[in-house]
């Protein structure tokens, strides 16, 4: 399946309603792909961090809003968060922020099209 051999720590795989829309808003972003055998596409952001997007077994219904509580995070690299919030409002994806945190970062939240929340960080 892989094209690039495994050299991150860190992955999430995400369930999507739409694999090539969501490969587009990906790769929008600035994530790289890495290999694509259905139903899973291997994306990595800045050499450090593998998101797989997965399309669910026929039936598999994806209903109701995704991952409530939880932020998918990514350091925003030497761009920064501003760009990685521009690239986003041209895909028209919802933005939050940046804000800047107690603990010295700042950070974005991106929504994906389907409802995931990317967190997006630089040094403050």
């Not at 969501?22 to 899973?40: C, W």
């Amino acid at each position: 399946m892989d094209d690039k051999p495994h050299t991150t720590r860190l992955f999430v795989k995400l369930l999507v309603t739409d694999a090539p829309a969501s490969v587009r808003f990906y790769e929008g972003l600035g994530f790289e792909r890495i290999a694509s055998v259905p139903p899973i596409i291997r994306l990595q952001w800045g050499g450090e961090s593998d998101v797989y997007l997965v399309s669910p077994p026929a039936g598999l219904k994806l209903e109701g809003k995704k991952g409530t509580g939880v932020l998918v995070g990514f350091r925003a690299g030497g761009a920064g968060v501003d760009a990685v919030a521009q690239k986003a409002t041209a895909l028209g994806a919802p933005v939050e922020g940046p804000h800047v945190q107690p603990w010295y970062t700042r950070e974005i939240i991106i929504t994906d099209p389907d409802g995931y929340r990317l967190n997006f960080i630089e040094p403050a």
